[in-house]
């Protein structure tokens, strides 16, 4: 959704690393945000970027290169309770914009 | 803390019907809220955003008279849905901004299933 690219599918296996890649367009950028949503539920904050960078965060890492419009969220030891959609968020000036979503599915 | 209420959690109402949506901030005061609609295997669409003490501002598309918001406290938004029809069975979801944070990070609340017959 508005310029925001992102992956619609991704499948992984138990234990595995997998990456889930986010383009934006760098106007009006105030800080990319990922976030995790289980089906029929609302989005769980996961991860704040606005300084190129990776932020590390347990299992879950983020990157962001401002220059690029680029960041990845990073989920390493995947569990089957990963299963979920993961959203990325550009914030700009109060307001977010919502990716469509890449829906991680993980398998045993 | 940063919890942020919604109620009901879902409801069902007959076509024709108006619904009302309370978004709360338990342990925060928000000066901005926002509301969003969600279809099914779709992305959050924001509907509006909701700023204690003045009228909301309305997304293009998003009809102002159909879709009421009321900010009347720092911890209160609430969404009315007026004279629901069939399509605007959605998820509704709202967010709390607390202000003053450098990340700008929103709080969700729970979500409102709405179901129009």
């Known amino acids: 959704g508005q310029n925001i690219d992102q992956p619609t599918e991704m499948t992984a296996t138990e234990g595995a690393i997998v990456q889930i890649n986010c383009t934006y367009q760098?106007?009006?950028?105030?800080?990319l945000f990922w976030y995790q949503q289980h089906a029929g539920e609302a989005p769980t904050f996961l991860s704040y970027?606005?300084?190129?960078g990776l932020e590390e965060k347990g299992r879950f890492s983020s990157f962001l290169s401002r220059s690029k419009g680029y960041s990845y969220l990073l989920l390493k030891e995947l569990q089957m309770k990963d299963s979920a959609s993961y959203l990325c968020?550009?914030?700009?000036?109060?307001?977010?914009?919502f990716g469509d979503g890449t829906t991680l599915t993980v398998k045993p | 803390g940063a919890v942020v209420s919604q109620h009901p959690s879902w409801v069902i109402c007959k076509s024709g019907t108006s619904v009302k949506i309370e978004c709360r901030s338990l342990?925060?005061?928000?000066?901005?809220m926002f509301w969003y609609r969600q279809f099914p295997k779709q992305s959050l669409m924001l509907m509006a955003t909701?700023?204690?003490?003045?009228?909301?501002?309305?997304e293009q598309g998003v009809e102002k008279d159909k879709f009421l918001i009321n900010h009347a406290s720092l911890t209160l938004s609430t969404l009315t849905v007026t004279s629901a029809h069939p399509e605007d069975s959605s998820f509704y979801i709202c967010?709390?901004?607390?202000?003053?944070?450098?990340?700008?990070?929103?709080?969700f609340g729970p979500g409102t299933r709405l179901t129009v017959l």
């Open positions: 970027n606005v300084l190129d």
């Open positions: 760098t106007s009006g950028f105030n800080g």
């Open positions: 967010s709390a901004d607390p202000g003053g944070s450098p990340t700008d990070t929103q709080y």
């Open positions: 968020v550009k914030g700009d000036a109060g307001k977010s914009t």
């Open positions: 909701s700023n204690e003490g003045s009228k909301a501002t309305y």
């Open positions: 342990d925060f005061q928000a000066t901005t």
